[in-house]
């Protein structure tokens, strides 16, 4: 069975720093795209940012780039995203998803919650 | 900029037919945009239903379907139940590993 379970959320004041996680088991994870999308309270879906199954390619929505960095450890079946400069509008859930690109977002994980406020 | 379009609300009586349409504001959705579908209630991770235009994904009733109808993809849900009722997203692909959702669109069965 594919599981996605994301970790690293909390309340951080503006300006600050965290490292979500996603410990990915039952596939192969190497060999796909991963992504992550938020959902801001009350609002819907954005995609985030996307990695390549080698981690070589990594792709981003224009309203992170520059501040978010997607990478991956395949040897630990692991995504992160370091999630840096934030903003209030960055307050979200950040769902991981296997996929990304050209392939669909087939299993999500629960989410982890990020809370920006001072 | 690119945005993706959806109805905001739609409703369906039980055991009706709807359809959930996916556009853009300048251009046609094609098979090339590999559209995808999910299925969200509140407080739940969202549920994949549909992607590449119309392949279901494992366990999802074949009540659902989709397609590409004129320069938008659609969802379809024929019979519906009073359990479909759900915040729906689109996603398109927009090339070079972007891809964009729609703003969804909340179903009511009643």
């Known amino acids: 069975e594919v599981q996605l379970l994301e970790s690293g959320g909390g309340l951080v004041q503006p300006g600050g720093s965290l490292r979500l996680s996603c410990a990915a088991s039952?596939?192969?994870?190497?060999?796909?795209?991963m992504s992550w999308v938020r959902q801001a309270p009350g609002k819907g879906l954005e995609w985030v940012s996307a990695?390549?199954?080698?981690?070589?390619?990594?792709f981003y929505a224009d309203s992170v780039k520059g501040r978010f960095i997607v990478s991956r450890d395949n040897s630990k079946s692991t995504l992160y995203l370091q999630v840096n400069s934030l903003r209030d509008e960055d307050t979200a859930i950040y769902y991981c998803?296997?996929?990304?690109?050209?392939?669909?977002?087939?299993?999500w994980g629960q989410g982890t919650l990020v809370t920006v406020s001072s | 900029q690119t945005v993706v379009t959806q109805e905001p609300s739609l409703s369906v009586s039980p055991g009706g037919t709807v359809t959930l349409t996916c556009g853009l504001n300048?251009?046609?959705?094609?098979?090339?945009?590999?559209p995808s579908w999910y299925q969200q209630t509140p407080g739940q991770a969202p549920r994949t239903l549909i992607y590449?235009?119309?392949i279901r994904s494992s366990g999802v009733p074949d009540r659902f379907s989709g397609s590409i109808l004129g320069n938008k993809a659609a969802l379809t849900i024929t019979g519906a139940q009073a359990d479909d009722e759900s915040d729906y997203y689109c996603?398109?692909?927009?090339?070079?590993?972007?891809?964009?959702f729609g703003g969804g669109t909340k179903l009511t069965v009643l």
């Open positions: 998803a296997k996929g990304g690109g050209y392939d669909p977002f087939d299993c």
């Open positions: 039952g596939f192969t994870f190497s060999t796909y795209a």
């Open positions: 990695i390549s199954g080698t981690g070589g390619s990594t």
């Open positions: 300048s251009g046609s959705v094609s098979t090339n945009s590999y």
């Open positions: 590449t235009t119309n």
């Open positions: 996603v398109l692909y927009m090339g070079s590993g972007v891809r964009v």
